[in-house]
């Protein structure tokens, strides 16, 4: 399989630069075995040669709300495969609305989230689903990072598609309101949202709403996966600990700082401008160093409550309990990576068991039949069951 690493005509030295990290990393013919091809979102003309020659092409450059359609649109013109990193639920749902019937007419697979933003949350709930021995109805998940002595460090390109996709929060509801989607069935009891700050016994810390992609797209698979696969639909809610007190009365104050800013055009490029401040450290234009990157891993754990075989929801509690985690290294240079590649490699080698005809798709739907999970447990990022029980 031929590999190229494509990137616009300003970043040619840093494509050159990225040429010397094999030598470091013991794969000094790696550069003579990838080529470089420039292309340009403002040129459609090198966008469509760059897929042209390419079976799959990995989308790394965000925010995609900037970045991310014209690449999607030379993929589906040029009949190329397309998968991205994006963790910005508007983006994600317009291009699903925008271009789906197009990609199925041209047979191609469109498929976001496809890295820490939401692999391990949507196939964590599909695996979930599989290894309870009945109905799984809800299930609620709790995403933990764990740091070394240096402490945490995300890069600001994150910050940055926080900051533009709450600021533009209005759009997505208005989205969302024109799509006029039936509302997915309930089965048992509505899962109910937890306070803003709440304290979660079975892993001792607070957590408060994960609010990344996962929750949407989540949503979005667990819609597919019942009006194409007549799957019983799971409720979802994401939350991320904490820790304790002193940590929650950091991230308050954040929060306020982020909120009262993100309202106005100024604020936002305050925000953007100065990450580090305003995130109180936890962001930085540099991102994270080696060793932050080599202590840092990322547990998700996901507690889950259904329906034993015969049992039904029809005026009855559940009585089943699941819990499963995934695990894995450093969520953003590390994970992201080894979900990206390997969510390609499906893709291009379990073609029997993606969706009939292409189109635009969540990772869940696309992948919910192949091997995806299996390839990803034997490159680090592991999926556990922790316990199952009746109650």
Same mark, same amino acid.
């Not at 309101?177 to 892993?203: A, H, Q, T």
């Not at 597919?224 to 994401?238: I, K």
């Not at 291009?348 to 009939?356: E, G, I, K, Q, V």
């Not at 490159?379 to 029980?389: K, P, T």
């Given at each position: 399989m031929r590999e190229e690493a494509a990137g616009p005509g300003r970043e040619l030295g840093r494509l050159r630069a990225a040429e010397r990290g094999p030598a470091i990393a013991g794969r000094p013919t790696l550069p003579s075995e990838v080529g470089i091809i420039i292309c340009d979102i403002t040129n459609p003309a090198s966008l469509d040669e760059m897929a042209k020659q390419a079976a799959v092409v990995l989308n790394c450059v965000g925010p995609y709300r900037f970045h991310g359609e014209p690449v999607i649109k030379a993929c589906i013109e040029n009949g190329t495969s397309c998968i991205d990193i994006c963790g910005e639920p508007q983006f994600l749902e317009l291009m699903y609305w925008k271009y789906h019937e197009k990609a199925a007419e041209k047979g191609v697979y469109i498929i976001g989230s496809s890295g820490f933003d939401s692999i391990p949350a949507d196939l964590g709930v599909i695996y979930t689903k599989n290894k309870m021995n009945g109905t799984l109805t809800a299930v609620e998940s709790f995403l933990t990072i764990h740091s070394g002595p240096e402490g945490l460090c995300i890069h600001d390109g994150t910050w940055k598609s926080a900051v533009y996709g709450f600021g533009d929060q209005s759009n997505l509801k208005k989205? %969302?309101?024109?799509?006029?989607?039936? &509302?997915? &069935?309930?089965?048992? #009891?509505?899962?109910? %949202? %937890?306070? &803003?700050?709440?304290?979660?016994?079975?892993?001792?810390?607070?957590?408060? #709403?994960?609010?990344?992609?996962? /929750?949407?797209?989540v949503r979005r698979? *667990? %819609?597919?996966?019942?009006? $194409?696969?007549?799957? @019983?639909? /799971? *409720?979802?809610?994401?939350?991320?600990?904490?820790?304790?007190?002193?940590?929650?009365?950091?991230? =308050?104050?954040?929060?306020?700082?982020?909120?009262?800013?993100?309202?106005?055009?100024?604020?936002?490029?305050?925000?953007?401008?100065?990450?580090?401040?305003?995130?109180?450290?936890?962001? @930085?234009?540099?991102?994270?160093?080696?060793?932050?990157?080599?202590a840092a891993s990322f547990t998700m754990t996901f507690f889950g409550q259904g329906y034993s075989q015969g049992f039904g929801p029809e005026?009855?509690?559940? $009585? =089943?309990?699941?819990?499963? *985690?995934?695990? !894995?290294?450093?969520? !953003?240079?590390?994970?992201? +990576?080894?979900?990206?590649?390997?969510?390609? =490699?499906?893709?291009? $080698?379990?073609? @029997?068991?993606? +969706?009939?005809?292409?189109?635009?798709?969540? +990772?869940?739907?696309?992948?919910?039949?192949?091997?995806?999970?299996?390839?990803?447990?034997?490159?680090?990022?592991?999926? @556990?069951?922790?316990?199952?029980?009746?109650?």
């Open positions: 989205l %969302r309101n024109e799509s006029n989607l039936k &509302p997915v &069935p309930i089965v048992g #009891p509505k899962l109910k %949202r %937890r306070w &803003p700050i709440s304290y979660c016994r079975e892993l001792n810390s607070y957590s408060i #709403p994960f609010l990344g992609a996962d /929750v949407s797209v698979t *667990q %819609r597919y996966l019942h009006e $194409n696969l007549e799957q @019983s639909p /799971v *409720q979802y809610a994401a939350y991320v600990t904490v820790g304790g007190i002193t940590s929650v009365i950091k991230l =308050m104050f954040a929060g306020l700082f982020f909120l009262f800013f993100v309202k106005c055009g100024i604020g936002r490029q305050l925000l953007i401008k100065f990450p580090w401040l305003f995130s109180f450290g936890y962001f @930085s234009k540099q991102g994270p160093t080696q060793k932050q990157m080599d005026k009855n509690k559940p $009585n =089943m309990r699941i819990c499963t *985690q995934v695990k !894995g290294p450093e969520a !953003g240079y590390v994970a992201t +990576p080894i979900a990206m590649v390997q969510a390609a =490699m499906t893709l291009l $080698n379990d073609t @029997s068991d993606l +969706p009939n005809t292409g189109g635009v798709f969540t +990772p869940g739907a696309a992948f919910c039949r192949t091997k995806l999970i299996d390839r990803l447990n034997q490159r680090g990022i592991e999926f @556990s069951v922790i316990s199952s029980s009746e109650v």
